[in-house]
């Protein structure tokens, strides 16, 4: 695959999302209805953003979620919370931890695979007992399937009774990003994305974050900025990076073009936080080549977050396309897995 195999799948977005309710049809057994409040997501890396972009929209809806990027589990999670194992392969050990000790503790779960040994045990019962899976299409990059993993990930809470239907927030986040392909899908100079690109480019980028809305979206372009752009670069949240980063730039003042500053700002700031977004920028806006700044858009949570991903998605392939690299390959993850799996060292 090349750019040409990425920037389709990010255009997709929408269309995956808006497909995303066939996925339960099969799903086999019906998970019990529980109306579990708290909700433990197992997941790494592309699979668990679907977590952090989906927890402001459940926390509206009174349900907490935990993201758990570790191996085994929390001691808090017992038959009394719902554990979701997201992995897009099936296979991505740390969560298969989790995904065992989840059965074996007794815990309600739900499983989000493609295929691998997660859809396979949730089908045959080997770990203990079957448990529903929901599956996804394959042969996607995993972080290229997140409209599928989200819509899973929300139509399964609500098939476990933990929220209400997700019908009407999916279709406003739809509409929302629909109208974020047309803005940002073509590469013209005026488009907003591939102009913050060419000024990220061979720069380490800082993504500020203001809110809860806007935190997932922090995650997802740290990762998309690494995976598609094959570039660095870390994500911090305001208002706690206020007492501690903003402390950070002075040795490393002599080499501000070296970095650039893209601040994603939620719908769901507190006012306190507006304020703050600009008393930060007076004090360290100068240790940067460059700050942009990034609104989301839309109506509700769930559409707001996914705007700030969809415009971070496109601004990885632009910046992956003006770097002359290839955004599919992850040859590094890819190696590592193989290497602790008993395979081929990297
Ligand atoms: O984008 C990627 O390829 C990675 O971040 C993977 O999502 C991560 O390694 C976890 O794999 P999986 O999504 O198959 O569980």
């Not at 402001?56 to 589990?73: H, I, K, N, S």
Request: with cysteine.
């Amino acid at each position: 695959m090349s750019l040409d195999g990425m920037l389709p799948l990010v255009t997709a977005l929408p269309d995956h999302l808006a497909g995303s309710e066939r996925l339960l049809d099969g799903l086999s057994p019906r998970p019990a209805p529980a109306a579990p409040r708290r909700v433990l997501l197992c997941g790494m890396g592309g699979s668990a953003i679907a977590g952090d972009v989906a927890r402001p929209f459940l926390a509206r809806q009174g349900v907490d979620l935990t993201v758990w990027r570790e191996y085994d589990l929390p001691s808090w999670a017992d038959a009394s919370a719902l554990v979701v194992l997201c992995s897009y392969s099936g296979d991505t050990e740390e969560t298969l931890t989790g995904a065992r000790l989840a059965v074996a503790a007794g815990c309600p779960v739900l499983g989000i695979a493609s295929g691998g040994e997660l859809l396979a045990r949730g089908r045959d019962g080997g770990w203990g007992r079957p448990f529903p899976v929901i599956a996804l299409p394959a042969g996607l990059p995993p972080r290229a399937a997140l409209g599928h993993g989200l819509g899973a990930l929300l139509g399964g809470l609500h098939a476990c009774g933990a929220i209400g239907s997700p019908a009407a927030a999916s279709a406003a986040a739809v509409a929302v990003l629909r109208e974020g392909v047309a803005r940002l899908g073509p590469d013209v100079p005026e488009n907003p994305a591939v102009r913050i690109a060419r000024s990220l480019l061979g720069r380490f980028t800082v993504v500020y974050t203001t809110s809860p809305e806007a935190h997932g979206a922090g995650a997802r372009l740290k990762a998309q900025i690494n995976e598609n752009a094959k570039s660095p670069a870390y994500a911090v949240a305001l208002p706690e990076l206020d007492h501690n980063d903003i402390v950070g730039w002075e040795v490393l003042r002599p080499r501000r073009d070296a970095f650039a500053l893209v601040i994603l700002r939620g719908g769901d700031e507190h006012p306190r936080t507006a304020l703050r977004v600009a008393a930060t920028l007076d004090l360290v806006g100068g240790e940067f080549h460059a700050v942009h700044e990034i609104g989301a858009r839309g109506d509700g949570p769930l559409a707001r977050s996914l705007s700030l991903v969809q415009f971070g998605d496109y601004l990885s392939c632009y910046m992956a396309r003006a770097a002359g690299v290839d955004p599919v390959p992850v040859a590094r993850i890819d190696a590592l897995k193989a290497r602790l799996r008993g395979g081929t060292a990297p």
